[in-house]
């Protein structure tokens, strides 16, 4: 049995659908909490539940106790850790919360993973690692020691947690770092949710810089099977999944405009000191190690993602979109 944690959540949802899909059992954990609007999550849920290979339960990584249950109750092969508290801009209002979930849950996780022997770990992890000195692209062997965000330094603390644990009791473990991961259903905290949403209703588009800056766009369904095939034994490796191909913000803002037959009325911010100007990943490794490419071109992701849009417009529409 595979836990997938965080499984109503954008990307963890996804693994779970794939993971069902190829007749996997799985036991999926979420709180479904406000961190943003639960009905996406209750959506994406829906869409899980009455699967006969998966179980659910509303647990939270961040309790040890029922954690700990579970982990007896059942026979777990592999963790994939989607639980997180996402998005850079927040973290700099509230960074405990990031570090109780991103940090202290992993920590719960790995060590059950010990007592239990569970041997495989799978960590979601973040391109808000990598600094504004690393060179782009990206590669895993950059020095990750000065992340932007306290987001991006909770993740690198749970990359180290778990090499500790590989290290010390041979846990098999593979670091995901996901690039900006768009698509159907998206956090409506992310840029892309956002830009339909405001130009599908003829609201004011909040942009924060002049809309140069650009980022390796990466769809769900790309990630999803990336992240699936890093369950395959590896010791410890740390693997970028990216586009390989970045894409400006303005680019995306007019990829949304062609599809709604809308122009974005555009309102513009100073750019936010944490977020950074370029990611851009190199995906050698992930093709070596993982025989992995991503296949869903950008201008199609945003395609899918603006019909999804459309067609769940009644109550998409009035998903509350939290601190621009």
């Known amino acids: 049995m595979i836990l997938v944690t965080g499984c109503a959540g954008f990307i963890g949802s996804r693994i779970t659908e794939l993971l069902l899909e190829q007749g996997e059992d799985v036991l999926g954990i979420d709180t479904i909490n406000d961190a943003y609007d639960p009905r996406l999550k209750e959506w994406r849920l829906a869409r899980l539940q009455g699967h006969p290979k998966l179980i659910f339960r509303p647990v939270d990584i961040t309790d040890r106790e029922m954690l700990g249950w579970l982990f007896a109750?059942?026979?777990?092969?592999?963790?994939?850790?989607?639980?997180?508290?996402?998005?850079?801009?927040?973290?700099?209002?509230?960074?405990?919360?990031?570090?109780?979930?991103?940090?202290?849950?992993?920590?719960?996780?790995?060590?059950?993973?010990?007592?239990?022997?569970?041997?495989?770990?799978?960590?979601?992890?973040?391109?808000?690692?990598?600094?504004?000195?690393?060179?782009?692209?990206?590669?895993?062997?950059?020095?990750?020691?000065?992340?932007?965000?306290?987001?991006?330094?909770?993740?690198?603390?749970?990359?180290?947690?778990?090499?500790?644990?590989?290290?010390?009791?041979?846990?098999?473990?593979?670091?995901?770092?996901?690039?900006?991961?768009?698509?159907?259903?998206?956090?409506?905290?992310?840029?892309?949710?956002?830009?339909?949403?405001?130009?599908?209703?003829?609201?004011?588009l909040v942009l924060y810089g002049d809309g140069s800056q650009t980022r390796d766009f990466t769809y769900i369904d790309d990630i999803a099977r990336g992240a699936v095939l890093s369950l395959k034994k590896v010791g410890f490796e740390i693997i970028n999944l990216?586009?390989?191909?970045?894409?400006?913000?303005?680019?995306?803002?007019?990829?949304?405009?062609?599809?709604?037959?809308?122009?974005?009325?555009?309102?513009?911010?100073?750019?936010?000191?944490?977020?950074?100007?370029?990611?851009?990943?190199?995906?050698?490794?992930?093709e070596r190690l993982l025989g992995w490419r991503p296949g869903v071109p950008f201008e199609e992701g945003i395609r899918r993602s603006v019909a999804w849009y459309v067609e769940n417009r009644a109550w998409a529409r009035d998903i509350e979109l939290g601190p621009a």
């Not at 639980?83 to 960074?95: H, I, K, L, N």
């Not at 390989?244 to 803002?253: G, K, R």
């Open 242 to 286: 990216g586009s390989d191909q970045p894409e400006s913000v303005a680019t995306l803002i007019t990829h949304v405009e062609g599809f709604l037959g809308k122009r974005a009325r555009i309102s513009g911010r100073e750019a936010h000191a944490a977020d950074p100007f370029a990611t851009w990943a190199d995906i050698s490794k992930a």
């Open 73 to 204: 109750e059942h026979s777990i092969a592999a963790v994939i850790n989607l639980a997180a508290r996402a998005g850079v801009r927040y973290s700099v209002e509230d960074p405990y919360v990031y570090f109780e979930t991103n940090v202290v849950g992993t920590l719960n996780l790995l060590e059950l993973c010990r007592a239990h022997g569970t041997e495989k770990f799978v960590l979601a992890s973040t391109s808000s690692v990598y600094g504004s000195e690393n060179p782009v692209p990206f590669t895993e062997e950059d020095k990750t020691d000065r992340p932007r965000s306290p987001y991006g330094a909770s993740k690198k603390a749970a990359e180290l947690l778990c090499h500790s644990y590989h290290f010390l009791h041979g846990l098999d473990v593979s670091v995901l770092r996901f690039f900006t991961v768009y698509g159907p259903a998206a956090r409506p905290d992310m840029g892309l949710f956002r830009f339909i949403r405001w130009i599908s209703e003829e609201e004011e």
